[in-house]
């Protein structure tokens, strides 16, 4: 299983947890705040910013915390001044990371991510020795148990390019820009919608082969990603679904 569409499952099953909801609920709202700060607080004229609304609406966020995120983004009220930065490393076994951040302190969270790596076995990497292999993708999941036939004609008359198995759920890819109107498309439709973004995706996938060494991609991964400056967390992992399933469980 790629890394991208069993990351986002295994995230959405643990959401439901009201701790790892809020975590999610101020990194959405941090994004939603640059994104008026750099673009404009109008949705409409922003297309990035209407983008990380409709990703805020989709994590069912309420309509007062995304306008005051927008509220700090263009200075209506106080907000922290943050920079974009794209960390890049290896997990255990070789897998590529790539590290989304938005930090008000370059030096604190590049030492505390640098020292998640050290301590599970991962290391650093130079800027570009990672990200040559991504391209960012529009990817909505739907539940396994839909038709695919029903699927692809939802999905491609909402604009996605393609439809394919992904060990338990389909996986909808589309332009970055459109991801969120397929959504739409496929819930008008009922269908399960697991989850929907743009992630940075690889198609050179390193496989993971035994449930120890799962265990130790997923447990750097998860690290990382507790760190509240951290936004997501993009891999190139490739698990076989019964050495997910064990080693995420």
């Not at 590529?96 to 030096?107: E, M």
């Not at 690889?202 to 496989?207: A, F, G, Q, T």
Request: one cysteine or more; a negative charge; hydrophobic letters at 40%.
């Amino acid at each position: 299983m790629s890394g991208h569409s069993k990351w986002a499952t295994i995230k959405h099953k643990k959401g439901a947890a009201d701790k790892a909801r809020g975590k999610l609920f101020a990194k959405i709202a941090r994004q939603i705040e640059v994104a008026a700060r750099d673009g404009g607080g109008d949705p409409d004229s922003n297309a990035t910013l209407r983008t990380m609304v409709q990703k805020g609406k989709a994590a069912q966020m309420t309509n007062d915390a995304i306008d005051r995120a927008i509220k700090r983004g263009t200075g209506e009220s106080e907000g922290g001044q943050y920079e974009s930065i794209m960390y890049e490393g290896y997990a255990p076994g070789g897998v590529a990371l790539l590290i989304d951040v938005l930090t008000d302190n370059r030096n604190r969270t590049g030492a505390e991510i640098r020292n998640v790596f050290s301590k599970l076995g991962g290391s650093m990497a130079e800027p570009g020795a990672v990200s040559w292999q991504f391209s960012r993708r529009g990817i909505v999941l739907v539940g396994g148990a839909a038709d695919e036939d029903d699927v692809l004609m939802a999905a491609l008359d909402a604009g996605a390019d393609d439809v394919a198995d992904d060990g338990g759920t389909w996986r909808v890819t589309c332009e970055p820009s459109a991801v969120f109107e397929v959504r739409d498309a496929l819930v008008a439709a009922g269908f399960d919608v697991v989850s929907a973004d743009s992630p940075m995706v690889s198609d050179n996938l390193v496989p993971v082969e035994s449930v120890e060494d799962a265990k130790k991609v997923l447990r750097i991964m998860e690290a990382i990603e507790d760190n509240d400056d951290v936004q997501d967390v993009f891999s190139n992992f490739d698990i076989a679904d019964d050495v997910m399933e064990a080693a995420a469980g």
